[in-house]
């Protein structure tokens, strides 16, 4: 009988969640699911079923094809990047002797900054008439168009994504570097480890639930860049930069291809659940022998 | 029973958020007092919008049963995804204007709007505003007319004539090899100079083509079609001439695609295109701006042997559109009230004077009503002589994935110096062709 009431009392207390999820994402899936077999095109009163044709479309167009490359280039760019840092901002916080907190707040700041704003700041940082590309043309004779070519405009966007998030994986590298016993680091003193082994012996292993978790949270966040590319390059130049939400986006609301764009973004999902279940996979075997799981 | 009670309750709750979210009104826009409400959607530009709001107020003084409520499109993130959004969510107004040719088309395949011409009363306006010739191109490929435009914008190229004369240049250049010699001359003298400093050349977002390769096409080629129902109609001679003028602009150094803050005005470029509602903004911005003094207009350049001076351009027109989704009785008032509007000249007149936008009517360079507009703003004379050359955008459902096209296979890679012209052509038009099967 109690346990019937505390079952009736958890499906009470998850039901705000479960309605919520159920309005907000499963709806939309299956809905997102349905549109994607029709040719609607968001605002005509009607449409038809026109089988798998947006999916084998969508698999010639260049534009899905950059969208799911561009992904992977991303990652390749961004993850390293972001990690490095937040790595670096974690183990030099940690070191603080005070004002942890202080510091560790500004650099999160970031994160709570609006995408399109950072992203205006950086577009005219990078404007061929700021102090920046004056400096870089007259004195060093360097004229880089930032936005204009293939990697710099990726490289670009990749900066400002790990900028925005460096503080957040910080706070939790923090957290993982907190939790580390200054005992373990006093044993191995006393077993002979060098200053310059103590970070990839004992620190890196012991920060590796960490480091998982925001190693996963970076991967997902390249699924999901959208504001900057939109603000910065509108996907270009010549796709180089056309992301997976770039590329729903165009089809969907400048195009007006509901159900096409629909069929992108199932694409997007599975490639995304088909990715991050390899790199986790990757992550837990990289895990396993080191001995750190 | 207890189960099913919860299970019901938990269904009622779900069923209630998804009514609150999709809740339709189906309010005729008539109250019980005999008002009808029309929801009027103006140009998100102040100058527009307070036009609209006063005619608005003077309307209703002259016809109590009708309340117009005037707000900007919102341009989240631009005014047509608000128009879309708004649309798909049930909650279109009766009327917007700012309406392109090319959305109008989308629109239209989607059902969305009224054909005008079928609403009685439509060609008494077409009449009496005068713009019989001016409204022809604006009919659609199914015989209707969904938009009633408003004002064209036959958009010029504009030439800092002051640099220029810096640099040895005298005359305005007005065919390609005259630009490009321009080009050298200013390149010699300004190295860190432009002669086209533009971050949209080397952008795929399709109206941004408007504003430089239909120009220059529609001069190349006379105005011939790009698309022609569902068939690409485009001129290869011509377009191939335009990208080889881009191409030698840049083999020049003369195209500057970098996001560089209004380099027209600021003098990095000497060239751009200019709408007459930039005047506006210059007055305030930047005074020093002189028409004739340092600044001048003119139809887009030629290629050699044609004649420039009757070069044909881009229209940038819009309109206004009536929403099939708005009742009949806000559909019968909205047309009363544009009837209302240009059954009188000095409505036009207003809306000239406050925008820059020359009305879309084909007196607009010859009726002696519009004369102190152009005496106030002599450079507005230009363009209304231009209107009759002003060729409008396509009407094709798909002109955003086919703009698109013309930016991406061809144009900003010309720009980017990433492929020939020829084959830049080639590619934009079997991509535009796979697009239109």
Redesign the interface.
Known sequence: MIEKNNNRLGWLFA?PYL?FS??FFL?PLIWSLYLSFTNW??????YDFVGFKNFTKALGTPGVRSAFWVTYKFMIVFVPIVTAMSLFVAVIVKGLPKLKTVFLIGFFLPYLSSGVVASLIV??F????SPV?TFLRDRLGLDI????GSFSALFVVAMIMAWKFTGYYALILTSGLESIDQEVYEAAAIDGVKDSQRFWKITLPLLYPAIYTTLILSFGATFGIFTEV?QLT??????ATNTWQMEIYSQA????QAGYASAIAIMAAVATFISIFVIRKILEMWGKRNGWV | MKKKLSVML?LT??FT??AG?GSKSSNSGTSADGVTTIEFWAAPNPTQQAYWQKIAKEYETVNPKVKINVSAIKES?TS??SI?AA??GGSAPTMTENISRGFAA??A????LVPLDTIAGFNDIVTKRNMTKTIEPWEFADGHQYVLPIYSNAMLFGWRTDILKEAGVNEVPRTYSEVIEATKKLKAKYPDKYLW?KPDL?????WKRWFDFFMLYNAASDGNKFIEGSQFVGDEKAGVDVLTFVDNLRKEKGL??????E?FE?G?GVFTDVGPWTFSTWAEKYPELQYKENFEVTLPPVPDGMDPANAKTFADAKGIVIYASASPEQQAAAIEFIKWVYSDDKNDVAFFQETNLPPARDDVGTNEVFKPVFEKTPVLQEYAKAIPNAVPSMDNP?F??LQ?FIG?EAF??IV?G?IDPKTGWDNMKKAIEGELQ
């Open positions: 039901s309605i159920t309005v709806g095109d968001l605002i005509s009163p009607t577009k005219g990078l404007s061929h008439t590309q168009d930032w936005l204009g939109y509108g996907g270009g130049p010549n796709y609301f400048k195009n007006l | 938990a709750l779900v958020i998804l979210c993130p047509e995804a879309q649309i798909a989308q629109l395949n989607s059902k969305a400093a080397a952008d795929p977002t399709s500057l695609s970098q996001n560089v803050t380099p600021n990095v798909k955003n994935e698109t991406q900003n890679k980017r990433e």
